[in-house]
């Protein structure tokens, strides 16, 4: 039913449409010497009007392609920060369902993502000490102490949780 209304609709759009290109008696008239372009004025309007959504189109795609590079670059980033997620998501649940082997991939594999790194740096140094991979976790620890001072609290538990002596703190007067 919606069908048959919209050719209706669409039939007596075109009929009006013909009928006012009929009632108009205007020309359009443009000379370059020698040359000389009469047409009717419905004509030269309907041409108008066909330019304009032509180039409007036209304006349209430009500026779609020419952010398509800023657009995929977002969805790369988008896409990178939800698989780190749920990488920490999954470490976490690993590391406290008793899986420390399987924590520390997913750790390291969240590391990549570069979002909330002291934590996954925390949680690998963590889950390799419970799986006895002394190197690996001192690795990580390293690597957290180099985050900034701001995790040296956190740092600072997690060692002395882990049976370690305190980190040496580099300090910034000494030469």
């Not at 082997?101 to 934590?119: D, F």
């Not at 000490?129 to 701001?150: M, T």
């Amino acid at each position: 039913m919606r069908l048959l209304i919209g050719f209706l609709l669409l039939f007596t759009l075109a009929t009006l449409l013909a009928l006012s290109f009929n009632i108009t008696a205007g020309y359009v008239l443009i000379v370059q010497s020698p040359w000389r372009i009469e047409i009717s004025l419905s004509v030269f309007v309907l041409g108008l009007v066909l330019i304009l959504l032509v180039l409007n189109l036209g304006g349209h795609m430009f500026f779609k392609i020419w952010q398509l590079p800023k657009q995929i670059r977002n969805y790369h980033l988008r896409r990178s920060r939800t698989r780190a997620r749920g990488a920490l998501y999954q470490g976490l649940t690993a590391y406290f369902s008793g899986h420390p082997e399987k924590a520390e991939k997913m750790a390291t594999v969240a590391l990549k993502g570069k979002e909330a790194r002291p934590l996954c740096l925390m949680l690998a140094a963590l889950s390799a000490h419970e799986a006895h991979h002394f190197e690996a976790r001192d690795r990580y620890l390293g690597l957290a102490q180099e985050e900034g001072p701001e995790i040296l609290s956190m740092l600072a538990s997690i060692r002395s949780r882990m049976g370690l002596p305190p980190a040496n703190v580099k300090d910034s007067s000494s030469p």
